[in-house]
């Protein structure tokens, strides 16, 4: 049977995105996987340079996608499947390229945790993201921010002659185009992964890439790789060296065997061959290997406590199996960023597909005989040379333009293109790809003025990088401009300068420009980014202040209740709450509330504010009946502990299990 590649639909229960988050992220979203800087003097030169190697330090210009909930309905999902005789493979082009099922027909088995619901959550960096799958990461220390976003997708020529999958798209956080090529050959039990990682600019840029492949947890369940030590990164912000299969006491090769989560970075050779694998009590189940370039290899496990139990609730619907993630990345662990060079490239070939493995020795206690019986195996059925050849061979066709196109993604890239003229054979960013966020910012490419808003509406996107700031800073110096400008200077760093900007883009907005009356934005999003920086600076009785101003504002400006002024009022409100409360302004906090829509102060994240409210009030009662009512905080960020936190300022009681989401021991 040839390989075929078609296009399909499939049906889940699936919870909305929503609207973007429209306020800038001006600040990053708590991220766990940070460690203290007394962790960093006792790693390896390398790993301490690459760890401290341009941290991302904000979101910008990637707007947060916290506008989900938990209502799930029956939805279409448009699908690519590609298949053989031996597999069948399926890929949400629309959320992240995902590979949402690998499914192994002779054996009838799937090979992936397959998870039956799309359930967003806030686990990538800039929040919305689901689990399941073999999913791409891009960009910076944590899931990408691409986890719910389009991506290219088009067939192109593969290296036996038959059809491929290329998924590409411009990576916004590092501004780098990458692409992924799915090449399943004909006949072949192992889905080839093609990846190439491009740097068209004159600077260096930091790189980060981890492969994640979620797959089904059951007691019997080993994740074997090549190693004989690891590091472990257990939520407490301290990375250590650790024995590979045994640590305090348990087999931690064995995901069931951990009580929290933890993250195992395993420390493989130089010169060993690259692989990781998850198999079952008879020894059987998926293999991931590589050629050199992508180094690293991981176990993440959700641990047997009762917290990270409910975490995998959280994230599907009752009934379903659990899951561990076995992943590979460009550096020994996901702390790291690679330099990659000026106009330079990172490419490397994956494959992924069945082993069945002899089970005793899978499962003895002679760690170093059950990874050579596994590697053994492998040998077998995919020799080391077969995938260096297979990247040989696929890497001329990485240039290769793509043919029928079969999904598409965003008109960032096709901006960077026209603005700086970047040839990038095999990922065309078409100018047909630009769209409404893309229009003022070809405007001001083509003519050196931003265009006026369309009336009193949410600013849309912010740009960043450094072009985009000259040429803010060279065109007229208007509010909204000013307002852009402010954005990109505080990206830069050049907080002092951001403030300046905004101030004059609010003292403009008031008096009215005087060139183009149409021109003045709202004065909100201004005074919200100016409350930003009074907290980074300590000044919380004046962000206080300009919140509420802000609010006010918004208030006076919002024509409707549609979705785009409705998340704007429920992220600029939420934000001014917690300002108050934060000086001691209860009343205004509680005022601010008030004026929230019936439908936002129903949501579990702004239950959770009331009961803080009602806490600041003197009613404790009332702030434990919120509790005693039931709510859920759709977007509760990974790691968070702040219902605990809540619950514990209330009362002595044990925490019930719908609200323990601990990650990390007490203490």
Not at 86 to 103: C, I, K, N
Not at 126 to 148: D, K
Not at 416 to 444: C, H, I, M, N
Request: proline share 8%.
């Amino acid at each position: 049977m040839a390989t075929t590649v078609r296009r399909a639909v499939l049906t889940l229960p699936a919870a909305p995105l929503g609207a973007p988050n429209p306020l800038p992220a001006l600040r990053p979203l708590d991220e766990m996987h940070v460690i203290d800087e007394r962790s960093k003097q006792d790693l390896p030169r390398d790993m301490a340079r690459q760890i401290g190697y341009q941290p991302l330090r904000a979101l910008l210009p990637v707007p947060v996608l916290d506008g989900y909930g938990r209502e799930r309905t029956p939805t279409d999902l448009d699908t690519i499947v590609i298949e053989n005789e031996r597999l069948r493979v399926t890929v949400l082009p629309g959320l992240g390229g995902r590979v949402h099922s690998l499914h192994h027909k002779p054996t009838d088995r799937e090979l992936l945790y397959r998870n039956p619901v799309l359930q967003p959550a806030d686990f990538a960096l800039n929040g919305a993201w689901y689990s399941g799958g073999i999913e791409w990461n891009i960009g910076a220390t944590g899931h990408t921010t691409l986890s719910c976003a389009p991506l290219h997708a088009a067939v192109v020529p593969a290296p036996d002659g038959g059809r491929m999958v290329r998924l590409w798209e411009w990576e916004r956080l590092r501004d780098l185009p990458f692409q992924v090529d799915l090449w399943l050959p004909a006949d072949s039990d192992f889905l080839h992964v093609g990846v190439r990682i491009r740097n068209p600019h004159d600077r260096p840029a930091p790189v980060y890439w981890w492969s994640n492949i979620a797959v089904e947890e059951h007691a019997t369940t080993r994740v074997l790789a090549p190693a004989d030590e690891a590091w472990h990164f257990g939520y407490e912000r301290s990375l250590r060296r650790v024995p590979v299969p045994e640590y305090n006491g348990a087999d931690r090769t064995y995901p069931l065997r951990s009580e929290y989560p933890a993250d195992y970075f395993y420390e493989v050779p130089e010169h060993a061959r690259k692989w990781i694998a998850s198999l079952d009590g008879a020894g059987a189940g998926l293999v991931q290997t590589s050629t050199d370039v992508l180094r690293g290899r991981k176990l993440f496990l959700w641990g047997s406590m009762r917290g990270g139990r409910r975490w995998q609730q959280w994230l599907t619907e009752p009934g379903t199996v659990g899951y561990a993630e076995i992943q590979a990345g460009l550096a020994r662990t996901q702390l790291e960023h690679v330099r990659l060079e000026a106009e330079g490239e990172f490419s490397w070939l994956e494959s992924y597909g069945p082993l069945a493995a002899d089970p005793a020795a899978v499962h003895g206690d002679d760690w170093d005989a059950a990874r050579a019986a596994v590697e053994a195996r492998l040998s077998e059925v995919l020799p080391r040379a077969d995938v260096d050849a297979a990247y040989e061979a696929w890497r001329p066709y990485a240039d290769t333009e793509p043919g029928e196109r079969l999904a598409t993604g965003s008109g960032w890239g096709a901006l960077e293109v026209l603005r700086a003229g970047y040839k990038l054979p095999g990922t065309p960013f078409d100018e047909s790809t630009l769209g409404e966020e893309q229009a003022p910012w070809r405007e001001l490419l083509s003519t050196g003025v931003m265009p006026a808003p369309p009336g009193a509406t949410p600013p849309g996107p912010s740009l960043v990088a450094p072009h985009w700031r000259d040429m803010l800073e060279t065109a007229p110096a208007e509010p909204l401009t000013e307002y852009h400008l402010g954005i990109a200077q505080w990206h830069g760093g050049d907080l002092a300068q951001a403030v300046r900007s905004w101030e004059r883009g609010l003292a403009a907005s008031v008096s009215g420009p005087a060139t183009r009356p149409e021109a003045a934005p709202s004065r909100w999003p201004m005074l919200r980014c100016l409350a930003v920086a009074d907290q980074e600076g300590g000044h919380a009785a004046r962000a206080a202040e300009r919140y509420e101003e802000a609010f006010d504002d918004l208030c006076a400006q919002r024509r409707d209740d549609g979705e785009a002024w409705t998340a704007a009022t429920a992220a600029l409100g939420r934000e001014a709450v917690e300002a108050l409360l934060a000086a001691d302004r209860v009343a205004s906090a509680r005022a601010v509330w008030d004026r929230l829509l019936p439908t936002v102060r129903a949501r579990g994240r702004f239950r959770l504010l009331d009961a803080r409210l009602l806490i600041a009030e003197g009613r404790p009662d009332a702030a434990r009946a919120v509790f005693d009512e039931g709510f859920e905080v759709a977007d509760l960020r990974e790691g968070a502990e702040i219902l605990e936190e809540v619950w514990r300022s209330l009362t002595d009681d044990p925490l019930p299990d719908a609200y323990d989401y601990r990650m990390r021991p007490l203490g």
